[in-house]
């Protein structure tokens, strides 16, 4: 990992998930399809069928998890926000949206009045342009 972070290396890449889980049960899935299309039988169309629920089911723990990291974001920053804003800002937060707001949470404080003032004001729009314009990144090594 990293000892700074920037908009080019702020992606999380869990290497257990992404490099060693995910490939196996891929794997299994396309093997599984590929003895079901030699020979077609209801053990081979089973052990299919039960390979794509594994690896759906790891999808959705993993899409279940970064939405509750997602969740939380946006109330750190909330609260982050609501005590170092000045007050015209401070009555805005609620017009962040929450994808904003988790762009947000990589700027430094210095920073984040004027990239806020920005989204409010419509000029940065998606995440990626929140981020592009952070000087001062403020890392966070402890997300899913």
Not at 104 to 114: I, K, N
Request: with cysteine.
């Amino acid at each position: 990992m990293p000892t700074t972070q920037n908009y080019a290396n702020h992606r999380r890449r869990h290497l257990l998930y992404h490099l060693v889980v995910m490939p196996i049960v891929l794997l299994q899935v396309i093997l599984t399809g590929l003895e079901l299309w030699r020979s077609p039988s209801v053990h081979s169309a089973w052990n299919c069928v039960f390979a794509i629920g594994v690896a759906t089911g790891f999808v959705a723990a993993r899409s279940m998890v970064l939405t509750v990291q997602t969740r939380l974001i946006g109330l750190e920053m909330r609260l982050r926000l609501a005590a170092m804003l000045p007050p015209d800002l401070c009555a805005r937060i609620p017009e962040l949206p929450l994808r904003q707001l988790v762009a947000l949470r990589f700027a430094g404080d210095v920073e984040l009045p004027d990239l806020v003032r920005r989204c409010l004001n419509g000029e940065l729009r998606t995440p990626d342009e929140v981020k592009r314009q952070i000087q001062n990144w403020r890392a966070d090594f402890v997300r899913a």
